[in-house]
């Protein structure tokens, strides 16, 4: 069954070890950032660091897997095809508008969509990581200067992962406008068992 997830909201739930979790993009060009937890103890997580260390790659996709703080496989990517996702930024939060887009006003972001859908799962602001943004595309110059271009996703485009261990899953249609080329879309996720 496909779940709906808003544009610039989220969701969090559990995903046991050997299901697949399809995450879509129907409209393209959105992006999904997503948090791993280890369901049996929250304070192994998702770890950027050691995923990018231990794939030897900045570019994560089909056949590499995400690992954890712990050194752990937490979920293989089995399919994407999309291929471009991005593991260097972090969530966008309400300093990322005041900071980046100059922005005082309140505005939604992945952060708050993240822990607010968490807080179920007793999981705090400040455990929140890095989290793996699924369609987003970030590019990098010769000096290492970052960007944000519009995803490359299109319309159906979908990462297939399957869980390694029993875990929280939280996703979100993401809330910052440069990473989504100015507009905001939902996102579809779909359970496999």
């Not at 590499?64 to 996702?85: A, F, Q, V």
Request: charged fraction near 25%; charge should be negative; hydrophobic fraction near 35%.
């Amino acid at each position: 069954m496909i779940e709906v997830i808003k544009r610039q909201t989220g969701a969090a739930f559990r995903l046991h070890k050997g299901q697949k979790l399809r995450v879509i993009d129907p409209n393209g060009e959105q992006v999904s950032d997503m948090v791993l937890f280890n369901a049996k103890d929250t304070r192994e997580k998702i770890s950027s660091g050691k995923t990018l260390d231990f794939e030897e790659s900045i570019l994560i996709s089909q056949g590499d897997h995400l690992w954890s703080n712990r050194s752990n496989k937490m979920m293989e990517i089995l399919e994407d095809t999309n291929g471009r996702n991005d593991f260097l930024l972090a969530p966008c939060s309400p300093e990322t508008f005041q900071i980046m887009y100059n922005n005082n006003e309140y505005h939604p972001s992945c952060f708050e969509n993240l822990y607010t859908n968490l807080e179920k799962f007793e999981i705090q602001p400040d455990d929140i990581p890095t989290a793996f943004n699924i369609f987003m595309n970030v590019q990098f110059d010769t000096k290492g200067k970052l960007s944000v271009d519009p995803p490359l996703s299109k319309a159906g485009d979908y990462v297939l992962f399957e869980a390694k261990m029993d875990l929280i899953v939280a996703l979100t249609a993401c809330s910052a406008e440069d990473s989504n080329g100015g507009t905001f879309k939902p996102i579809h996720y779909e359970i496999i068992d």
